[in-house]
């Protein structure tokens, strides 16, 4: 109920939401789709590669500052990302 007084004030809300709700669901069809085609491992990655830069964005565009100890959990995430790149796909021997 107090959900449709906060609509009565703020009728904009309506259109934001409906936006947030679309792009809600086409993220989730491109993630199932991620999943299925290339698997959870790689929708993992990008995932990852999509969060990093989502916060590259921030500290760049907007400015916000990251500690140091932000800095090293960043480069620790795709040092690992690198690491798997380049040595993941790797064939092991099988022993017969």
């Not at 590259?56 to 090293?72: A, D, E, K, T, Y």
């Amino acid at each position: 109920i107090a959900f449709l007084g906060f609509m009565e004030r703020h009728p904009s809300i309506l259109a934001k939401m409906v936006t947030f709700g679309l792009a809600s669901a086409a993220g989730q069809t491109f993630i199932f789709i991620t999943v299925s085609t290339f698997g959870p491992l790689t929708c993992s990655i990008i995932t990852t590669t999509r969060k990093f830069f989502t916060i590259l964005g921030s500290v760049i565009i907007f400015q916000n500052p990251m500690n140091s100890r932000q800095w090293i959990g960043t480069v620790l995430v795709f040092m690992g990302l690198g690491l798997d790149s380049a040595y993941g796909k790797e064939k092991k021997h099988v022993k017969k």
